[in-house]
Each structure stands twice: as C-alpha cells, then as structure tokens.
C-alpha cells in the first residue's frame, strides 16, 4: 500500500475478546514500525470487554506492567475506508523483549498451533462463514435499522432475499469495495435467517491469512455500517426471538507434496478426516468457552436454533456440530459449525485446528457419524450449559492443556472470570450494550 497519501495510521493488535489495541501516529512514523519502535504493554492484550485490566493478573503489577515490542505482521498496511482522513491500519503481533513471541498475544497463540502443523511438512487452509445483524442501537435495547428504500424498520425475517440485499445496496457496494482496498477476499452475501441478518463468505486460504481476514473484515463491516446511519453487530444473540450469530469455519490439510489429507478419492474422506474430526469432538466440551466467549453467546446455543447443541458430526448435515461437506473429493474438508459470531478468530482457529491435530496425532476414532435431527438424538455428549461451566471445563481440561500454551489458558480463564462477576454485577438491560461495542 502506497502510505505517501496518509495523513494518520494506526498501529493495533488483538486482544483476547478480538478488540484492536493500539496507537494513532503520524504516517510518517510507518518506517520506523519494522525497527520495533513501537511498545505497549504486555498486559493491554488481557484487559476485559470493558478495557480494564484483570485483577490479580501477573502481566500488570507483578511485573511493573512491562512492555512488549510491537512487530508487523507479514499483512502490512491496509487502508481503512470507513474513516473520512485518508488513514491505514498496520495489522501488529506482540513480542517480549528478548525476541520471543508473546503468547498472551491471540495472533501469537494461533502461529504456535500453526507450528506444530509446519513441523510436519503441513500446511492448513481455511475460509470463514461471517454473520452479522444490522441494527439501530441509539436506544436502551437493539431495534432492527431502517429499510433505506421504505424508511421504515425491517419488520420481518427475509431469508436469501435477493429484495433485502438490494435495500441496503450502497452498504454492500461500500462493504465489498473496502473488503478489495484491504485485499480482502470476500464472496457471496446472502441475506439470512434473522431480522436483519446477513452472511457474507471469505476465501479459501492459508489458515493464519483466513485468521488476520476475519479479523479485518469485522472492523470492515461496523465501520462501513456507521457510515450508512446503522450499526452491525456480530453479537450471537441481539434479539430472544430471532436467529443468532454465528461463524462457521472450513478446514483441510495438505502434505509436502500438496496433497489433500483428507482426501481419499471418495465421499468418506480418509483416517486423518476421521481422526480429526474425532479430535474436534473430544475437546469440543472443554472448548465451549472459546466459541462461546460471552454471557450472551449461550442464548444461541439452544436446540432448533442452526447451532449445534452437541459433539456430533455427519455428512451434509447442518444440524452437526462437525459438517462433512459434498461436492469434489479433492476439497474434502472439515466444517466447524459450532463458533458464535463474537469469538476471537485466533484463538478460534487454533484450537479448532490444535483439536484436531491432537485427533490425528493419537489416531482417535469417532463414533459412526449420525443421521437426521441431530437435536433429537439423544446420549451426546452436550457443550457447557452456561458462562460460568465453559470457564471451569476450560481451565481443567487436559486436552486444552495440549492445544493451547499455559499463558493463553490462564489469561482467557482470568479475563473471563471478571467479566462473569462485572455483568452479574451490572443491570441485566445494560448487558447487550456491552456485548454489542465488544464483539
């Protein structure tokens, strides 16, 4: 990206709830990125969905709230079309001072997963399914936008509405064109199920871009949307009555030679399929907490809602929690329905992928894929019920121990603990608000 034209640039990386954390600076500071000129501290990267630091956390006083060193990433500079100065966000990653990568840094968490898969000759692809609610949120409670063509607020759900999609044709016009200046591969839009509700498709690609363009595009879409008088939220739950936010992920695997591993040349796929899959499955209960960061998240995970409930998977089933997709044997691939749309798409990826590379590495088997109703069957192992069972299946797992490093289980379990006593704490009309800034 051409940065001579830049008034401002912003220098931010992930925090663990999917925040940007950083800095404004002057463009011409942009050179001296490379040079680890930039700092903040350690400690900024765990704050809570309010951005206050966790109690008790040994990043903050125990250690003098140290700094770390602030590196960019291979993405470089993007532009940031949702703002009316000509600025760029360059994407940053988190290092300690001797060098080594920060691993309370999700960006970081999901190259040390990424890692294990490279030490084998290995590489991951993956592609992200994005929902998002448009709303009104001036008011005490979310309120569904204005139709720009009728002036009225949307009413009623429209599923796969070609009409829908062309009311709000200056947002996805604006949307698509910053999703290309930010080199961002979006695909097909379909209106969706909820009030409001819209999915959009990103590529097939290299699992750490796939994490970086999630990342991107979440900004992307509320920064377009206030542009156009309304708000986008990726919230699981804005409204009791209407469908829920969800992100799906795709994944495969390809060896030295660019072979597919899961492919063996039919629909059933291969053993590697199978043991991840079987991974996936032994630590989906333990993972709840990462696809379900969030009070409200478990308002989405209810039977008859289209997100999954149970460790399940099957072939061509939309009620499993792990989809075997059809279509070309040579795209064999894994779908992970479970993700809420207000997750950390690091930290979602890596233990998603560090799940199943667990699978693989013990030559786990699954039980036989189910048929049907997935929601009708009964004995399935069931993900955690509520905010407060996710975080202690999660802190206690032995398979999160394998998946994810200590650093990163600490943190998460610490910043979702404070959460957790800070909205028991805090009016219940006062949650979504939170929630909706937040995710």
Same mark, same amino acid.
């Given at each position: 990206?051409?940065?001579?034209?830049?008034?401002?640039?912003?220098?931010?990386?992930?925090?663990?709830?999917?925040?940007?954390?950083?800095?404004?600076?002057?463009?011409?500071?942009?050179?001296?990125?490379?040079?680890?000129?930039?700092?903040?501290?350690?400690?900024?990267?765990?704050?809570?969905?309010?951005?206050?630091?966790?109690?008790?956390?040994?990043?903050?006083?125990?250690?003098?709230?140290?700094?770390?060193?602030?590196?960019?990433?291979?993405?470089?500079?993007?532009?940031?079309?949702?703002?009316?100065?000509?600025?760029?966000?360059?994407?940053?990653?988190?290092?300690?001072?001797?060098?080594?990568?920060?691993?309370?840094?999700?960006?970081?968490?999901?190259?040390?997963?990424?890692?294990?898969?490279?030490?084998?000759?290995?590489?991951?692809?993956?592609?992200?399914?994005?929902?998002?609610?448009?709303?009104?949120?001036?008011?005490?409670?979310?309120?569904?936008?204005?139709?720009?063509?009728?002036?009225?607020?949307?009413?009623?759900?429209? #599923?796969?509405? !070609? *009409?829908?999609?062309?009311?709000?044709? /200056?947002? %996805?016009?604006?949307?698509?064109?910053? &999703? @290309? +200046?930010?080199?961002?591969?979006?695909?097909?839009?379909?209106?969706?199920?909820?009030?409001?509700?819209?999915?959009?498709?990103?590529?097939?690609?290299?699992?750490?871009?796939?994490?970086?363009?999630?990342?991107?595009?979440?900004?992307? #879409?509320?920064? !377009? *949307?206030?542009?156009?008088?309304?708000? /986008?939220? %990726?919230?699981?739950?804005?409204?009791? &009555? @209407? +469908?829920?936010?969800?992100?799906?992920?795709?994944?495969?695997?390809?060896?030295?030679?660019?072979?597919?591993?899961?492919?063996?040349?039919?629909?059933?796929?291969?053993?590697?399929?199978?043991?991840?899959?079987?991974?996936?499955?032994?630590?989906?209960?333990?993972?709840?907490?990462?696809?379900?960061?969030?009070?409200?998240?478990?308002?989405?995970?209810?039977?008859? +809602?289209?997100?999954?409930?149970?460790?399940?998977?099957?072939?061509?089933?939309?009620?499993?929690?792990?989809?075997?997709?059809?279509?070309?044997?040579?795209?064999?691939?894994?779908?992970?329905?479970?993700?809420?749309?207000?997750?950390?798409?690091?930290?979602?990826?890596?233990?998603?992928?560090?799940?199943?590379?667990?699978?693989?590495?013990?030559?786990?088997?699954?039980?036989?894929?189910?048929?049907?109703?997935?929601?009708?069957?009964?004995?399935?192992?069931?993900?955690?019920?509520?905010?407060?069972?996710?975080?202690?299946?999660?802190?206690?797992?032995?398979?999160?121990?394998?998946?994810?490093?200590?650093?990163?289980?600490?943190?998460?379990?610490?910043?979702?603990?404070?959460?957790?006593?800070?909205?028991?704490?805090?009016?219940?009309?006062?949650?979504?608000?939170?929630?909706?800034?937040?995710?």
């Amino acid at each position: 990206m051409d940065l001579s034209a830049l008034r401002t640039i912003r220098i931010a990386a992930c925090d663990l709830n999917g925040q940007m954390r950083g800095k404004r600076l002057p463009a011409g500071l942009a050179d001296k990125l490379g040079e680890g000129a930039a700092r903040m501290p350690l400690s900024v990267l765990n704050v809570d969905i309010w951005g206050r630091d966790i109690e008790d956390s040994p990043l903050v006083f125990e250690t003098g709230d140290a700094d770390g060193i602030l590196m960019p990433t291979e993405r470089g500079a993007v532009p940031m079309p949702w703002l009316a100065t000509p600025s760029a966000l360059v994407p940053m990653t988190m290092m300690l001072e001797d060098g080594r990568p920060f691993l309370g840094d999700p960006r970081q968490v999901l190259s040390h997963v990424m890692q294990r898969y490279s030490d084998r000759g290995w590489s991951v692809s993956a592609a992200t399914e994005l929902e998002f609610i448009l709303i009104d949120d001036g008011g005490a409670q979310p309120l569904p936008p204005i139709d720009p063509l009728t002036g009225r607020a949307l009413d009623q759900q429209s #599923v796969l509405s !070609i *009409a829908e999609l062309d009311a709000y044709d /200056a947002f %996805f016009t604006d949307l698509y064109d910053g &999703a @290309e +200046a930010m080199d961002i591969p979006a695909q097909d839009a379909i209106s969706e199920a909820g009030l409001g509700q819209f999915e959009i498709n990103l590529i097939h690609q290299d699992a750490m871009r796939a994490a970086d363009d999630t990342w991107l595009f979440k900004a992307l #879409v509320k920064g !377009i *949307a206030r542009k156009h008088g309304f708000a /986008a939220t %990726f919230m699981a739950k804005p409204y009791d &009555a @209407e +469908a829920g936010n969800g992100m799906h992920v795709h994944f495969s695997v390809t060896d030295e030679t660019g072979a597919n591993i899961f492919d063996n040349g039919g629909p059933e796929g291969t053993p590697a399929l199978h043991s991840a899959v079987a991974g996936c499955l032994a630590a989906m209960r333990d993972s709840t907490l990462v696809f379900a960061p969030h009070g409200n998240s478990y308002a989405r995970l209810v039977p008859g +809602a289209h997100a999954p409930t149970s460790a399940a998977w099957a072939y061509e089933n939309r009620t499993a929690a792990i989809r075997i997709p059809g279509g070309n044997h040579k795209a064999r691939r894994i779908e992970h329905r479970v993700s809420g749309g207000d997750i950390n798409p690091y930290l979602m990826l890596a233990t998603v992928l560090g799940a199943a590379l667990v699978g693989i590495e013990d030559a786990m088997t699954p039980p036989p894929p189910s048929d049907g109703n997935i929601y009708e069957i009964e004995g399935l192992p069931q993900l955690a019920s509520d905010w407060g069972e996710a975080i202690d299946l999660f802190e206690n797992s032995p398979l999160i121990a394998r998946i994810l490093p200590p650093m990163a289980i600490r943190n998460l379990v610490m910043t979702k603990r404070q959460e957790l006593a800070g909205f028991t704490a805090k009016p219940q009309d006062s949650h979504w608000l939170s929630w909706l800034e937040s995710v």
